[in-house]
């Protein structure tokens, strides 16, 4: 068994979830660890208690278990997920209990004024599933992490958060992948999400553009300087001759 810390709870108030087909998780006694596949995206939702929309995520999610022994991952399935919470846009808090048969994930979300942005600051799961074929035998417990002093998926105040693909590790070997990744809490001047704010990996690099926007300067002054000296040194012969 794999341990860090046991996930918080969370209560949770007026919740909505939107979820999209996918291949049901298999639900035998001896069930072998979800193999390697395309994830599906799961759209989630949390409102106030006055049924406002205060927190919207769509992403696909990965438990992983990597080390040198062995590697598995289980896939969130979203139609077996229902989403819960609480949120208000009052507070600088609000938290996403995703659950499922084999577990739960939950994050953190806080609203920093003085920064003018919104970051999840604390992930916890807990997974109920052999991520391994060696955990079938071994008889597995639930694998569970927890970090409550993270900065992970920022973005301003008003904007969402959105990234291709991004692997968080929890400890103990353990990864949550995220993929496709879209989230929101708080300040949503419509049921939709704010501006894009992209991950670094998914930003354009203007240093490149920069260099390569210098580096041809520099080919044409090189080329224009060469095109005036030949220009001047043909002038001076004919005025010898």
């Not at 084999?102 to 609203?111: A, D, L, R, W, Y």
């Not at 959105?162 to 993929?179: A, D, H, P, R, W």
Request: hydrophobic share 35%.
């Amino acid at each position: 068994a794999t341990t860090v810390t046991t996930p918080k709870t969370t209560n949770a108030t007026t919740t909505t979830a939107t979820t999209i087909t996918t291949t049901p998780i298999s639900t035998t006694t001896a069930p072998t660890p979800t193999p390697p596949t395309n994830v599906t995206v799961g759209n989630y939702t949390v409102l106030t208690s006055d049924g406002k929309l205060c927190l919207m995520a769509t992403m696909a999610i990965q438990i992983q278990l990597v080390s040198q022994k062995a590697t598995g991952n289980f896939t969130i399935q979203p139609k077996q997920t229902s989403a819960s919470g609480h949120c208000s846009n009052s507070k600088p808090n609000a938290d996403l209990t995703l659950t499922f048969k084999q577990g739960s994930i939950t994050f953190h979300f806080n609203k920093s004024v003085a920064d003018g942005t919104v970051f999840v600051d604390s992930l916890s799961f807990s997974v109920n599933y052999p991520l391994t074929n060696e955990g079938i035998s071994a008889g597995h417990t639930p694998y569970t992490a927890s970090n409550s002093s993270l900065h992970l998926f920022s973005a301003k105040i008003g904007h969402s958060y959105s990234c291709k693909t991004e692997s968080i590790y929890m400890g103990n070997n353990l990864y949550l992948s995220v993929e496709k990744n879209k989230m929101q809490a708080f300040n949503f001047s419509s049921n939709d999400f704010g501006k894009p704010d992209p991950c670094p990996a998914d930003r354009s690099d203007y240093r490149v553009a920069i260099a390569v926007g210098v580096t041809l300067l520099v080919l044409i002054v090189i080329v224009l300087v060469v095109y005036l000296l030949g220009r001047r040194r043909r002038a001076a012969g004919y005025q010898s001759l």
